[in-house]
T-cell receptor, first 110, second 116 residues
């Protein structure tokens, strides 16, 4: 099946810093989704991308659908304490089921 | 408010016992899913259903069973055959399952299952 490599696995940053994380696939996707999961809760959809090259923002979050259709990036600008959590990418192609990355755990150092 | 409700929040299972996790949605979505999440890992698909009275095995279906008698409900039973059931279980739904275009999955808040 398809595999998603998400990096980095964890990040330790100071409040106010910008954050970048990415996902790469072994095959092309036609949809990329980014979710955030808070401890003990279900993932919440942040951004959905449906076209190669698409750049979409949601407040301080910006995600891009890579031109090769095999990768996607999520950037968070000027991080704040409530950004702490696990960020998951997910993607699919055609009629295939959604595949999830292994997550990036974001920790903000006071 | 529309959404997905999972219950209970925490569940404890004795050895050899079957337990059932509840998932209800009022989003009028056709497709529903069950995922398992282990610490530090991503989500693995257990079962999914595209429509009432139909369901398909996911990647790790062994030791689990489901039913889909109503559109809004998709309960998951963790049977005694599942030898390592301790995990966080997440239910999700989407308008349809064929491709994810414009139809991302929405998740409940999960059930944490532990073995006594």
């Amino acid at each position: 099946g398809q595999q998603l490599n998400q990096s980095p696995q964890s990040m330790f940053i100071q409040e106010g810093e910008d954050v970048s994380m990415n996902c790469t696939s072994s095959s092309i996707f036609n949809t990329w989704l980014w979710y955030k999961q808070d401890p003990g809760e279900g993932p919440v959809l942040l951004i959905a991308l449906y076209k190669a090259g698409e750049l979409t923002s949601n407040g301080r979050l910006t995600a891009q659908f890579g031109i090769t259709r095999k990768d996607s990036f999520l950037n968070i600008s000027a991080s704040i304490p409530s950004d702490v959590g696990i960020y998951f990418c997910a993607g699919t192609f055609g009629n295939e089921k959604l595949t999830f990355g292994t997550g990036t755990r974001l920790t903000i150092i006071p | 408010d529309g959404g997905i409700t999972q219950s209970p929040k925490y569940l404890f299972r004795k050895e050899g016992q079957n337990v059932t996790l509840s998932c209800e949605q009022n989003l009028n979505h056709d497709a529903m899913y069950w995922y398992r999440q282990d610490p530090g890992q991503g989500l693995r698909l257990i079962y999914y259903s595209q429509i009432v009275n139909d369901f398909q095995k996911g990647d790790i279906a062994e030791g689990y069973s489901v039913s889909r008698e109503k559109k809004e409900s998709f309960p998951l039973t963790v049977t005694s055959a599942q030898k390592n059931p301790t995990a966080f279980y997440l239910c999700a739904s989407s308008r349809t399952v064929v491709g994810a275009s414009n139809q991302p999955q929405h998740f409940g808040d999960g059930t944490r299952l532990s073995i006594l």
